[in-house]
């Protein structure tokens, strides 16, 4: 059960992270090698099922790291500004 302090939103596999703190770019880079892995077994795959699956997962890893990236993007052009920007 999870504690309500505990976050929900990047649960992994911890047994395989040892303690590693993953940055954005980190998340980024791993959900773009995801896109490009299922891309290569779609290649490899025989069955029709498999291939469009695998397809999906590709899609899906690269929507979510295009969401990331547009939301770093947002945030970056609505960051409170020092007082030497109301100047001009």
Known sequence: MRRPSESS??????????????????????????????????????DPFVKTEMLALASVCDEIADNIEDHLTSAKDHAPRGPLSRLS
Request: charged letters at 25%; proline letters at 0%; a negative charge.
């Open 9 to 46: 939103t990047m649960d992994c596999d911890h047994s395989r992270l040892n303690g590693t703190v993953f940055g954005i770019q980190d998340w980024l880079n791993y959900l773009r090698d995801q896109s490009a892995m299922c891309r290569k077994l779609v290649v490899q795959a025989d």
